[in-house]
């Protein structure tokens, strides 16, 4: 039996991140989605970020890694940086008194529950073809990198994951790596 897919693709990302369009959180989901699937962020570690772990003008995302994995330090993409700074001038405006990066309504840090709802919602507005969940954009941010041809060490660092073996799995479903496998038949 075929274990079901707990991963998204980009196509389905993309399409996950353009269902929040005049949502009535869309500047923050927005970042909130790019940002969990290009770090490879669990819920809870994207719900905990602090704003002095966003730096807008060194281009960096400082990265807390949670479960005693390895915490790192990653490139804020041109992209990335436009979804932060419309986010930060949303949060500006709603002039909280707490350092939480990713707000609710009431001011508060996100919680990881409204995560899990909002993705889940945006996931059936998107018409994706399974249920979605927050660890499917870790997944997918996995899956993508050893599509791109990513090392299976430098993944493990990506991610933060210590033991290789959590990371394996990405690079062993890479569909690719079986294209030499059978040359091209010759014409007759």
Same mark, same amino acid.
């Given at each position: ?16 991140? $353009? ?22 962020? *669990? ?12 730096? /807008?003008?060194?281009? /960096?995302?400082? /990265? ?18 436009? =979804? /932060? ?7 500006? &405006? ?17 919680? *990881? ?8 919602? =945006? ?14 954009? *870790? ?10 041809? $990513? ?17 394996? &799995?990405?690079? $062993? ?6 294209? *030499? ?8």
């Amino acid at each position: 039996m075929i274990e079901p897919r707990k991963h998204l693709t980009q196509i389905e990302v993309d399409r996950l991140i $353009a269902a929040t369009k005049e949502s009535r959180h869309e500047m923050r989901d927005r970042c909130l989605l790019l940002l969990m699937f290009r770090h490879g962020l *669990r819920v809870s570690e994207a719900c905990g970020m602090t704003l002095a772990q966003v730096d /807008v003008e060194n281009r /960096v995302l400082y /990265v807390y890694r949670l479960k005693k994995g390895l915490s790192t330090t990653h490139p804020l993409r041109t992209d990335e940086l436009k =979804y /932060v700074k419309a986010w930060l001038r949303v949060r500006a &405006q709603m002039q909280p008194e707490n350092d939480a990066f990713f707000i609710s309504e009431r001011l508060n840090p996100l919680n *990881r529950r409204t995560a899990w709802d909002a993705i889940r919602r =945006y996931g059936e507005k998107a018409h994706l073809p399974l249920a979605t969940h927050p660890h499917m954009l *870790r997944h997918a941010c996995g899956y993508e990198l050893a599509n791109q041809g $990513a090392d299976t060490r430098l993944i493990q660092d990506y991610l933060g994951h210590k033991n290789i073996q959590h990371t394996v &799995q990405y690079t $062993a479903a890479k569909s690719t790596r079986f294209d *030499r496998l059978w040359p091209a038949a010759p014409r007759r």
